[in-house]
């Protein structure tokens, strides 16, 4: 991707996010709150999914997995082969 974005703190989230942005999902960081940004599938419409990408999640393991399962469960994105 040519566009800079800030790296997300942990390293298995950014990997994650990476994941999301292969398949073509767009990423928008929060300015203030609790996530630290949001990612959005291709479908540019109403319906189409959001998974928000928490800043400090408990584990960060099990929150990068939740990501990556929605990203592969998106009826709107690009399949994994």
Do not use: F
């Amino acid at each position: 991707m040519s566009v800079k974005r800030k790296k997300h703190p942990n390293q298995t989230i950014e990997e994650a996010v990476k994941y999301a942005e292969q398949h073509l999902w767009r990423v928008k960081l929060n300015k203030n709150g609790h996530a630290w940004g949001r990612l959005y599938c291709p479908a540019k419409e109403r319906g189409g999914c959001i998974v928000s990408v928490w800043s400090t999640p408990r584990v960060a393991e099990h929150h990068a997995a939740q990501i990556k399962r929605r990203i592969d469960n998106c009826e709107h994105g690009i399949k994994s082969e």
